[in-house]
């Protein structure tokens, strides 16, 4: 067997397709593979770095569970999507109306490397991270799905139960507010 195959990453469907037999090692390289993607969704919409991770922790125990209930092993990465997506929107309206938003989940892990830049770069996202609690969930969902994590308008209308056009509604909605609020930044 030739060493470019033993080195090639099996695809999502194949790992899920081993989860689905009992193969715990299978599930790990699939919790490798998007734990940092499902990280970043929950920590920008819930703007609570601890709130993300119990979020995110949750919804790995949740899809351990119900990988019975996937239909298609190839759409895994979609539904590991629409799971964490759901979880944050329900999250959000369990708070109270008036949250605190915890302005320390936007710090800048390179602070320390260019002082007025890091100063910058921190004022930017903390804006950045107030305008998008002011947005509804399921625009901050939708505007997040495309802009940060490149998922297609169908996609994200499978992740947050709308069609095409009500995201593509939500998102335009979103970014003429964003721009709005941003302005002062550019």
């Not at 969930?137 to 499978?158: D, F, K, M, N």
């Not at 009500?166 to 335009?172: D, F, S």
Request: hydrophobic share 40%; glycine share 4%; proline share 4%.
């Amino acid at each position: 067997m030739p060493e470019a195959a033993l080195a090639t990453e099996p695809d999502d469907a194949t790992l899920a397709g081993r989860v689905r037999d009992g193969d715990v090692r299978a599930y790990e390289q699939l919790v490798l593979r998007y734990q940092s993607a499902m990280y970043r969704l929950a920590s920008r919409m819930l703007a609570d770095r601890v709130e993300a991770e119990d979020t995110v922790q949750e919804v790995f125990l949740t899809a351990w569970r119900r990988i019975e209930q996937l239909q298609d092993d190839a759409a895994f990465a979609g539904w590991l999507y629409r799971m964490t997506t759901n979880q944050c929107l329900n999250v959000l309206r369990k708070r109270q109306p008036a949250a605190d938003v915890d302005l320390d989940a936007t710090e800048s892990p390179r602070a320390d490397i260019r002082p007025e830049h890091a100063a910058q770069v921190n004022g930017q996202l903390e804006a950045l991270t107030l305008a998008l609690q002011q947005l509804t969930p399921e625009q901050r969902a939708c505007w997040l799905l495309r802009e940060v994590h490149g998922r297609s308008y169908e996609e994200i209308g499978e992740i947050v139960g709308a069609n095409a056009t009500q995201v593509r509604g939500r998102i335009a909605r979103a970014r003429a507010q964003l721009a709005e609020v941003m302005k002062p930044w550019r």
